[in-house]
């Protein structure tokens, strides 16, 4: 099987159900990654220095974050072929991000002192609700993005089946009708990113909020199997990765089961 049939399966079986945006991006990296290491050229016959003659080809016209988007779709493809066909021996996957050692993010929970920062410096109540979003639920930046106000269930005080606070539900009951991030931002750690940028920090990633809520869950007593559900994780492992070390050592000892 060439790169371009491998690719036309992948495209029909695993992108036809993402948001034409998401469908967009991924086509584009796919035919220009495919385009660079030849159509014609079978999946079986690409190898890792092929990739990084592909990164060191488009860092000379893109910037890392875009390179490294495209290499994280090509892995997903790859990954596709694995998995779901036998044109591939089991090898390690070829498309493998650059290290940024330039871009530094804040990956602890996030602090008092940093949440007040960013507090200070939203400019619009759709900012409001979008930080008050990440700072007191588990969902991630792709989710908030998609949230719209029927989302929230005023009756039962929830946001997607999460408690939340009389503020939250507040900014949600003053929504306009549609999708809460805009397209054109296409995503909610876009309006983090501007918002650390007028606080004068350094980016915050979202995951670190995703720590915060998880450890101040902990902090107020919530049981671990409890905060397991809320964040909607398989297997606890995952849940206690998301917890501050300080908080775990300094609590009982939990059965991973």
């Not at 008092?112 to 960013?118: F, I, N, R, S």
């Not at 029927?150 to 003053?174: H, Q, V, Y």
Request: proline share 5%; aromatic share 8%; hydrophobic share 40%.
């Amino acid at each position: 099987m060439n790169l371009r049939e491998a690719q036309a399966l992948y495209e029909i079986n695993s992108i036809y159900h993402m948001r034409p945006y998401t469908q967009y991006m991924y086509i584009k990296a796919l035919n220009r990654i495919v385009g660079y290491l030849g159509e014609d050229r079978d999946v079986r016959h690409v190898y890792s220095l092929d990739i990084k003659g592909y990164q060191a080809y488009r860092l000379k016209e893109a910037e890392l974050r875009t390179v490294n988007n495209e290499l994280q779709i090509g892995g997903t493809f790859w990954n596709y072929l694995l998995k779901h066909t036998d044109v591939l021996d089991v090898r390690a996957n070829p498309f493998l991000p650059i290290p940024d050692r330039k871009r530094k993010y804040n990956i602890e929970a996030v602090d008092d002192e940093t949440v007040q920062l960013l507090r200070d410096n939203v400019k619009t109540p759709t900012e409001t609700l979008i930080l008050e979003l990440f700072l007191s639920t588990p969902f991630s930046s792709v989710v908030i993005s998609d949230m719209t106000k029927d989302d929230a269930d005023l009756e039962a005080r929830t946001i997607k089946g999460i408690p939340a606070s009389d503020r939250l539900l507040k900014l949600f009951e003053a929504l306009p009708p549609g999708r809460l991030v805009r397209k054109e931002d296409r995503r909610a750690s876009v309006t983090i990113a501007n918002i650390c940028k007028r606080a004068g920090i350094k980016p915050v990633h979202v995951r670190a909020f995703q720590r915060t809520y998880a450890t101040k869950s902990i902090e107020k007593g919530i049981p671990v199997h409890t905060l397991q559900k809320l964040m909607g994780h398989k297997r606890l492992e995952t849940t206690i990765h998301f917890i501050a070390p300080s908080i775990m050592a300094a609590g009982e000892r939990i059965e991973l089961s």
